[in-house]
């Protein structure tokens, strides 16, 4: 009997060893990275997740110098937008650095030169990986996680993604700086979910701008991103606080992520999953804001220390969630690539010195900034039934000390250096009186009699050579000279336009070279090719307007605020403007490949695949004036001739906003004699009935549909056609026969599919009731394949036609 139980013996110990080996395997299928696995600052190569939708390796940093850097770190690798979710921010390395999981174990972070910069130092590890969920992590031969990523998140969290007790979100310092910034996320040990602003660098709390107040004696408190993408608070099996409020779409459908932003806004986004992957037809999808925490980043900031939202001298506006950071008169950005930064005076600060610029009265002007105030501070209160506003100003221009002053009707607070926490809203009814040396000259010090009788001295002096005389006249023509020519090309600043720098006629002519280089005409004026007087190879496009409501200046510098406070990638970009008795001009970027009627309408036609991202780009761009931007703007003129296409045929929505500038007569374009034809203009022109933005829904619409099968929609209708574009391409839908609209275009031929998807949202945009077209947002959803399209109905427009 004693062989069959060897034999069973036998049996177990196989039976034992293949469970063991299959538990292995198990743990080890998921290892990716192998040990003595390297990564190279500078080529291609990279750890990606078993499902490629994430990636671990170098991300090349864009750096205004000429030095290549790159940061090691996470990121979602299918999307265009291949966003960073993790990274060793304070080791940016350069080009040549290396990262190994040595022999031993250790994650190593290498310089060009072999040193070691950062080390995971836990050893025993057998292998690494990238997982599906964005965690890299580090496996031991137990196949437990001895190190995450997760455990050491940046500024963003995942699904799946816990932060635990005295766990930390940090900003990075602006868009394109990973290193840490001024705000953080923390879940304190006593439960209390907290947004803070900090002290760089030792990372000092300043003050708490957000909390949700959850203190607890028996804190076990979690934060928990979960896998249907919301972010909610746990203490211990109970959830407490749902931090998310609004839906974030199905997980089916969508990327998540929670991101605390460089401007300190803790911010949820999701992003299609579907059109994602470079090189597909259709719409590239971007990264969509969900839900912003604050929901006003300007006035949540309170504390008696630190800047504010935006850095010292600056004022804060909050523009749907996101703060913008602005610079009044006189003053200019510490960072132009870096607005958060604060800004610096363009003058000498006031010392209270005999030859100090704020002790001479004539030399000193106030500039005004409506529903603006910095709460923080001020050093003296004068109140009661005489102080007024000219009040106000004096007891500011007698205090050699004072800065600017906050009028609100019947007090007037002094503020001095640095001023912080600037901000404003249409809620706030005070008046920012700031003070400023007249023309915001550096020179403008009045000389005392010690200076003057030293100037007679040293002209005594040096009169008393021939050749001295001549060398002094020599060098005081030459810094006329410069002086002259600096005022000329100084651009002035107007605090009512927010940055827009205001020219003068003359140097608008000059940078014409008098207006003679005509780029085009149209209904609101005519412009012009030149270069700006302070870059001479950049070029700019004037626009001179015509018959401008004669209100005043007034009008004309709110319209100018309102599109200057404007700023979206497919916009183009105002740089400045001038208003001098009638004559009233705008600057523009100048667009290189002009107008997209031009490409559109011209002898080639532009490839299917890029007039589709033309489409999503000028979708996004309306989508912005409507929704987006702090001031709703109705366009009014949608057409091909105003989009311009930059060197990547980027398309950029113009002429935004002026609608309101032209006479009442012009907002409405003459009708033409063209048979069944009404143009880009909704039917509520025809009916004098009242304007929404549906109006430029419905010019979307018709540019759409020539955008699809790169005919005029006037041309058409003065061919031999007897019916409208709009007709034509309804019957074609109607009749099934949609390759007529696309005829010798083989590439929309062979994506039919989505050929009919805008011709759908074409159909839907020419209602003829306001009240059925889609939201220039639903629109772009549908555009981008986020939205179902529902079948669209038959419009009356065709019927009447």
Known sequence: MAFPVLQFNSFLIKLVFLLFSALFAAGQSECNVKLGSTLSAGDTSLWSSPSGEFAFGFMPLQRSDNEDLFLLSIWFYKIPEQTIVWSKNEYPVPEGSK????NEGKLILYDPQ??????????????????????????????KYIWESFREPTDTILPGQILGMDGNLNSRQSEANYTKGKFQLSLQKDGNLVLYTIFLPTGDESSAYWATGTVSKNADFQLIFDEA???????GNKNIRNITKNDMGSPQEFYYMARIDYDGVFRHYNHPRKNYAVGTEGCKSSWS????TPEDMCGAIVGDLGSGACGYNSYCVNSNGKPQCFCTDGYSFVDSFDKNKGCKPNFQLPSCQQNGWELNMDSIEFKELNNTDWPLTDYERQTGSQVDESRCKEFCLQDCFCAAAIYNGNTCWKKKFPLSNGRQSKDLNRIALIKVPKGHMTNTCPKNKDQSTLVIIVSVLLGSSVFLNFLLLFTILISFF?????????????????????????????????????LGRGAFGTVYK??????????????????????????????????????????VNLLGYCHEGENRLLVYECMSNGSLASLLFGISRPHWNKRVQIICGIARGLTYLHEECSTQIIHCDVKP???????????????FGLAKLLLAEQSQAALTNIRGTVGYFAPEWFRKASITVKVDVYSFGVMLLEIICCKSSVEFAMGEEEEALIDWAYDCYSKKKLNKMVENDEEARNDMKNVERLVMVVIWCIQEDPSIRPSMKRITQMIEGVAEIPVPPRPSVFSSS
């Open 641 to 655: 001739q105003n989009i311009l296409l930059d060197d990547f045929l980027t398309p950029k929505i113009s002429d």
């Open 229 to 235: 993408g919301y972010v909610y608070l746990k203490q």
């Open 99 to 102: 990262f190994q999981l040595t």
């Open 289 to 292: 804001i969900i839900q912003n």
């Open 482 to 518: 410069f002086i002259y020519h600096k005022k000329m090309l100084n651009l002035q600043f107007d605090s009512t336009t927010f940055g827009v720098r205001r020219y003068t006629y003359k140097e608008l002519k000059e940078a014409t070279g008098g207006f003679k280089q005509q």
């Open 530 to 571: 030149g270069v700006t007087p302070s870059i001479p190879k950049r070029y700019i496009a004037v626009k001179m307007l015509n018959k401008v409501e004669p209100e005043g200046e007034k009008e004309f510098a709110t319209e100018v605020n309102a599109i200057g406070r404007t700023h979206h990638k497919n916009l």
């Open 114 to 143: 072999g040193k070691e910069i950062w080390t995971v130092n836990n050893g025993g590890s057998t292998c690494a990986a990238m997982l599906n969920s964005g965690n890299f992590v580090l496996i031991n031969g137990d196949s």
